[in-house]
């Protein structure tokens, strides 16, 4: 007669942030089937305000973060591990994104469909062009730009900087200064 045991190994995790190392949260019993993204969905339970797509969790307080898919197993950990959190600050969801492009499409087709509708003048209609190739130049020197800190290797960072050319001025502010061009182009 033979005896089959299963063993359940359950896993241990510490999170910690990862600037303070102070500790954050201590979960136990996790299943090793888990992924990192029920790890953030518990978390987020005693941190309302981190909601997962703000938490970068990394294993290595300098490392890489770990993919939501990721699953703890697959993870080189042994039972008990310590995950360094990140606050990514406020997410833009999809929705918003989206309700972005659609808001702004919506506004426009208003004025442009409005029975009321009188055609700019000639002035008017120059000079947003002027603006709008402006704002269109805008973006091709920032996509240019990042495009061009791309690197070899993974722990390879680069911060985008300001160059020779104007519009590239805005990283002084932002990162992606795209986004400020891409508001303003469709405004004239
Ligand atoms: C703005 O630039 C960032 C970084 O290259 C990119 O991820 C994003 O998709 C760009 N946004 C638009 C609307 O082009």
């Known amino acids: 007669m033979s005896l089959i045991f299963q063993v359940f190994v359950f896993f241990i995790f510490f999170i910690l942030d990862s600037k303070t190392k102070e500790q954050l949260c201590f979960l136990d019993k996790v ?4 992924s990192v993204g ?3 969905g518990v978390f987020h339970k005693s941190y309302p305000k981190w909601y997962p797509a703000r938490q970068a969790l990394r294993l290595d ?3 890489k973060a ?9 993870l080189s950990v042994g039972t008990s591990a310590t995950l360094y959190f990140r606050d990514l600050g406020p997410q833009l969801g999809w929705t918003m994104n989206c309700a972005y492009y659609w808001g702004f499409a919506a506004w426009l087709a208003y004025y442009i469909n ?19 190739a402006l704002c269109e130049a805008g973006i091709f ?3 240019w730009s ?9 722990k390879c960072r680069r911060f985008p900087h300001l160059s020779k ?14 986004y400020t061009y891409e508001v303003t182009a469709p405004l004239p």
Do not use: M
């Open 38 to 40: 029920d790890i953030k």
């Open 146 to 154: 990042l495009n061009s800190l791309k690197c070899e290797g993974a």
């Open 61 to 63: 307080p300098k490392g």
């Open 141 to 143: 020197s920032i996509h």
């Open 114 to 132: 409005h029975p009321l509708y009188t055609p700019p003048s000639e002035t008017q209609v120059n000079y947003a062009l002027i603006i709008f």
């Open 66 to 74: 770990l993919r939501d898919d990721d699953v703890l197993q697959n």
């Open 165 to 178: 050319n104007p519009f590239t001025w805005l990283f002084y502010f932002v990162s992606c200064p795209n």
């Open 31 to 34: 299943e090793p089937h888990s």
